[in-house]
């Protein structure tokens, strides 16, 4: 792509209305656009990270065995009035009325969508266990949306629904789901941690909020800092090797503001692992037994031909949220480097650019075709500004590979930079391998 | 996958309720489930189905240079009344407020939301011409949702909006759109027809509707045969080539409805040449000009530092329509063959699995860990069942591709059958190459 060509918005300008980094950094590299309070726009770089993101917590979803399907987005008040949610939900529901005056609404979540559809097809206990998961438009209608698409009305989802005969195998989908988290998040270059946490407006007994840590984070956060040493790497997909994974991580305390007691924390975590800190809230799972199945008369038939309400949890990731959640993670001092696997492009070409000299654009567009050639997915900055502003420009958009075409090109040997690193010469059969590795 | 495993809800009764056939095969083969009037869940089978189409959408768009973003679902009511359009689009337009009691809406199309992007980033002609598109969901809320997913209320498109200099070239932009959509119908196996039609509430002086022909069409059409000659293969993506399929394809009276006259068809097509059906309309492009630019004040300053209200094009594909209008033109007599592309499997494994004998599923299931591991999308039917009843349900699944390990298999050799066509037996290998080819 010709950054010439690129719609990125780019904005010289600190946007005044936006308190935290993620949100600033946004709207400078012309990630999104607000539409209206809380609402946005995703312009094409930010919509090429989001996907980017979608599609790590897609396969990692698949990884597990969960199946993918699709609920709409605008759902009946009758499932909720089964379930007994209509009236708690309050104002955040967006509620419509639509032309028949049908009571309709924005859906929050799905807890009670997913039921309806499994009690009307299932009857049978031959197909639990079973994972479904959609990823999903939603809509909480916040009373003072901030934070950019942090904290944003219109919002973007994966959630999944397990189901399961008992409360033991129920555990083991949650379990499941625990490590398609840690996996997820490790994938987006994110270190996350899993805290007990409360169950809100979900219900039920047991869950675990994914926290990544950062100063900007709404959720205050207590936890040994031993948490971190644990290595997702050493288990597998086996209801043991998870089992074990739980028990590793329940040994270190780690827990919400919700959760915190000090007497614990003292109890618990030597003074020299003690860390109290801000995190954000980038997933969160929940199990809730019956509390949906029960109401609704949502049951299976088991081997012995017993009718049992089914048992089941709900797992949220937020997709939008991930994005701006990353920025804050990486974002520093005016500079941004994206994680390989959700960067906007693999890498960006810069030619210094000057009037009457076309050589060093030349130059550039030539290695650019024989990149794109390569299956690359390469930016050209085509455009004609002096070096330094396009460094500075650069800093910002983060792509996390650079080749600089200005006075150090010598014969076929270019700038190759990894922002952070140390720039060196390379040809471009070496550019070529790096970045396809 | 095991069918034993995946969540499709076959329904064995015809549903009484679905008056196509495409609504019937969706409901049997449990792809869509209906939450509320006109609005469905997508289920796991219909789902790979409807993301699939999705993807061969966007590559086709992403092919003309078209750039991809999102666009929210739900916009403020204040870019309507900008544009005049709030009060006119009537109740198909679904009304919401929210807890501030401010107007907003869920969007039933996009003209004012990408006018009012483009006119607060972009200033100069230089950034033209440019196509943006997004697939998300939209609402009209029909007084009588019905045909399903053909005619029902919250549907899932891909939008495309245009933004030229002058109207030569938004000409250009259109042609291109031109393009991209015979392509498209093309790689999803279906012969469309570009019709001229009336440009409706949208607006503007230039309209095609791209129609692929079926008996339960909605749209009545009158077309010259010759047009279907045209092969779409022989253009290019250049000015010139596409101006030369313009003028192919208007050399051949076809039209809708709206712009029918029989007087004109007497005069312009042979009596033995005249079809008169009709058809589903699967996409629809328009050129309206200034049509948004001018009441919502988007303008660019020319290269000679003049302002100029951009000219606009707006290009619709019904992404979630396309599933049952391909339904509708491949499946008759019980029987239903997907397109490759599309198909939710490649292949699917159908073993006779009699009581005690678990012979044919074991080697199915060798069968189906080799075809995996060659990267191959393999469905395997482990359900116990009679082989007859077996056959009817895949003659609806309509899997493309069958391997049918019963008493035919000998040693290593398995019957390979594509639907429609004589059955083959053929080692594994010649059928991964099939497979992959």
Avoid at 95 to 124: A, C, H, W
Avoid at 284 to 311: L, Q, R
Avoid at 316 to 334: D, F, M, Q, T
Wanted: glycine share 6%.
């Amino acid at each position: 792509m010709l950054l010439s060509k690129l719609f990125i918005p780019i904005t010289k300008d600190l946007p005044t209305e936006a308190k935290i980094k993620s949100h600033q950094l946004m709207l400078r590299t012309g990630m999104i656009r607000q539409s209206s309070a809380g609402i946005y726009s995703w312009l094409p770089l930010g919509f090429k990270v989001m996907k980017k993101i979608e599609n790590i917590v897609r396969n990692e979803q698949n990884n597990i065995g969960a199946q993918e399907m699709l609920m709409p987005t605008i759902q009946s008040a009758d499932i909720w009035k089964e379930s007994g949610r209509y009236d708690d939900y309050g104002e955040e529901m967006l509620r419509i009325s639509d032309r028949q005056k049908r009571e309709m609404l924005y859906g929050p979540t799905n807890e009670e969508q997913i039921t309806e559809i499994f009690r009307s097809s299932v009857k049978s206990y031959k197909l639990l266990p079973q994972i479904f998961y959609h990823i999903q438009w939603k809509f909480r209608d916040e009373l003072r949306p901030r934070f950019g698409v942090m904290r944003c009305r219109e919002f973007y989802m994966k959630d999944a629904y397990s189901f399961d005969l008992n409360e033991n195998e129920a555990v083991l989908s949650y379990n499941k789901m625990f490590f398609a988290y840690l996996k997820t998040f490790q994938k987006l270059g994110l270190k996350s941690i899993p805290m007990k946490a409360d169950t809100g407006p979900i219900g039920g007994d047991l869950s675990h909020e994914f926290i990544i840590l950062a100063d900007t984070g709404e959720s205050k956060i207590y936890t040994d800092k031993k948490i971190f040493d644990i290595s997702i790497d050493k288990y597998q997909n086996t209801d043991a090797s998870l089992k074990k994974m739980r028990t590793d991580f329940s040994q270190f305390y780690a827990v919400t503001d919700d959760k915190f007691k000090s007497e614990d924390f003292d109890k618990n975590v030597k003074k020299e692992d003690q860390i109290q800190t801000k995190g954000i809230e980038v997933g969160h799972i929940f199990y809730f037994g019956d509390k949906y199945s029960k109401p609704m008369k949502c049951s299976v038939d088991s081997k012995e031909g017993k009718k049992i309400f089914v048992k089941m949890g709900s797992y949220g990731i937020g997709v939008s949220r991930l994005v701006a959640a990353i920025i804050e993670a990486k974002y520093s001092k005016e500079k941004m480097k994206w994680p390989k696997l959700v960067s906007p492009f693999d890498v960006v070409i810069i030619p210094a650019i000057n009037k009457n000299d076309n050589s060093n654009l030349d130059k550039a567009k030539k290695i650019y075709d024989e990149l794109k050639t390569n299956g690359i997915d390469v930016l050209l900055d085509d455009v004609e500004e002096n070096i330094s502003n396009k460094f500075k420009k650069h800093d910002l958009l983060g792509i996390p590979f650079q080749i600089i075409i200005g006075s150090k090109t010598k014969n076929n040997m270019f700038e190759f930079k990894e922002i952070d690193k140390e720039s060196q010469m390379l040809d471009l059969n070496e550019i070529t391998k790096l970045l396809k590795n």
